[in-house]
């Protein structure tokens, strides 16, 4: 349905805070307008979901998560970036693989099978979105990816 993504967005990261905010300070850097965007809102709530709960898992205590959405001219780009351990550069288009997992030493403990990210790809794509990695080891993880906006004007009808 037709959502304005900062409110939507703003709502996802309130339900993280309350559970998080003494250990991982969530920064957000969010245009104060609106931006209406295609929304299946189920699906798109368990891309944000896999995505800042990896966030989370691999931060240290102490560290934070800036998100962060710029508007483009016809999409949107969501990033949310971590200070946790990173991802090496030929590893970062795996990660969007089924079960695929980086770091097996570290993983063992922190826990998960493998999926987050590739059920986060298609449902992405199936929003007509992009997503991918950047990162530096040792300095940490941001996740993009894309949505088409919705024409933004709309008249009312009355
Ligand atoms: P699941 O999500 O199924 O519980 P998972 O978190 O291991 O398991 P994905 O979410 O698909 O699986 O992530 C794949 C791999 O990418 C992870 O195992 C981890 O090695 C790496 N990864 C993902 N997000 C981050 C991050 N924010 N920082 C560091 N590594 C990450
Ligand atoms: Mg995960």
């Not at 959502?3 to 969010?30: A, C, G, P, W």
């Not at 059920?119 to 990695?133: D, N, P, S, T």
Request: no cysteine.
């Amino acid at each position: 349905e037709r959502t304005d993504f900062i409110s939507y967005l703003h709502q996802i990261i309130d339900r993280f805070d309350m559970n998080v905010s003494e250990k991982i300070d969530l920064k957000r850097d969010l245009p104060g307008g609106q931006y209406f965007v295609y929304l299946d809102k189920d699906k798109m709530t368990q891309v944000l979901d896999n995505i800042i709960s990896n966030a989370i898992k691999y931060s240290p205590d102490g560290g934070s998560i800036r998100f962060k959405v710029e508007k483009q001219k016809y999409q949107l780009i969501i990033s949310i970036k971590d200070d946790g351990p990173g991802i090496a550069y030929e590893k970062l288009d795996k990660i969007f693989e089924r079960f695929y997992r980086a770091d097996k030493a570290r993983n063992r403990k922190v826990g998960g099978t493998g999926l987050g990210l590739a059920i986060a790809k298609e449902l992405v794509e199936a929003h007509h979105g992009r997503i991918w990695a950047k990162s530096k080891e040792g300095k940490g993880t941001t996740i993009l990816f894309t949505l088409p906006l919705m024409n933004q004007k709309r008249r009312n009808i009355s």
